[in-house]
T-cell receptor
Framework: TQLLEQSPQFLSIQEGENLTVYCNSS?????LQWYRQEPGEGPVLLVT?????EVKKLKRLTFQFGDARKDSSLHITAAQPGDTGLYLC???????????FGTGTRLKVLA | DVKVTQSSRYLVKRTGEKVFLECVQD?????MFWYRQDPGLGLRLIYF???????EKGDIPEGYSVSREKKERFSLILESASTNQTSMYLC?????????????FGPGTRLTVL
């Protein structure tokens, strides 16, 4: 069974701080996605990365796909209370419709 | 505005009852998915469907079945609900034509089995 481990599981920081969330696997993925889920809602896609070593930026969020396409990271610069939520990574293996979701990182940004 | 809707936000059922969870998408997507979400475990795939009347088991299909009679509707059925099926259930859809297309999620159904 493919697994995606996320770390840390919980993170509580002050507004303005930087943070990094990691998503690791022993499996190779053809693409990897990051979602954010707010209370009472379903996850919403933030970004998809498909090339090993790829870096994508979305305002204060920077996403990186590992060179070997087994891991990814999400870096948030100057976190704001609006960044609070559950962050999930999801990997897709070519030839399958299945998305393997990570265990999740629950982020709380305090004003 | 694209949408995935789920029939109930909250549901309370008794052990042994048959439970139907309905999901409807308005994006003409070929693929539809049912997940359950439990703290510390992320989202685990129960079943998915890549076409009408087609279904494939996910990672945890035991105790569940699905039905997809129309393209826009995907139903999850708990044949005989048990307390260990208390969870948040999320439905999602995506288009075909490429691996890793964006999944659009419904708001979830929080099911409690007493």
């Amino acid at each position: 069974t493919q697994l995606l481990e996320q770390s840390p599981q919980f993170l509580s920081i002050q507004e303005g701080e930087n943070l990094t969330v990691y998503c690791n696997s022993s499996s190779v993925f053809s693409s990897l996605q990051w979602y954010r889920q707010e209370p009472g809602e379903g996850p919403v896609l933030l970004v998809t990365v498909v090339t090993g070593g790829e870096v994508k930026k979305l305002k204060r969020l920077t996403f990186q796909f590992g060179d070997a396409r087994k891991d990814s990271s999400l870096h948030i610069t100057a976190a704001q209370p609006g960044d609070t939520g559950l962050y999930l990574c999801a990997g897709v293996t070519s030839g399958t419709y299945k998305y393997i979701f990570g265990t999740g990182t629950r982020l709380k940004v305090l004003a | 505005d694209v949408k995935v809707t789920q029939s109930s936000r909250y549901l309370v059922k008794r052990t042994g009852e048959k439970v139907f969870l309905e999901c409807v998408q308005d994006m003409d997507h070929e693929n539809m998915f049912w997940y359950r979400q439990d703290p510390g475990l992320g989202l685990r795939l129960i079943y998915f469907s890549y076409d009408v009347k087609m279904k494939e088991k996910g990672d945890i299909p035991e105790g569940y079945s699905v039905s997809r009679e129309k393209k826009e509707r995907f139903s999850l059925i708990l044949e005989s609900a048990s307390t260990n099926q208390t969870s948040m259930y999320l439905c999602a859809s995506s288009s075909s034509g490429g691996w890793g297309n964006e999944q659009f999620f419904g708001p979830g159904t929080r099911l409690t089995v007493l």
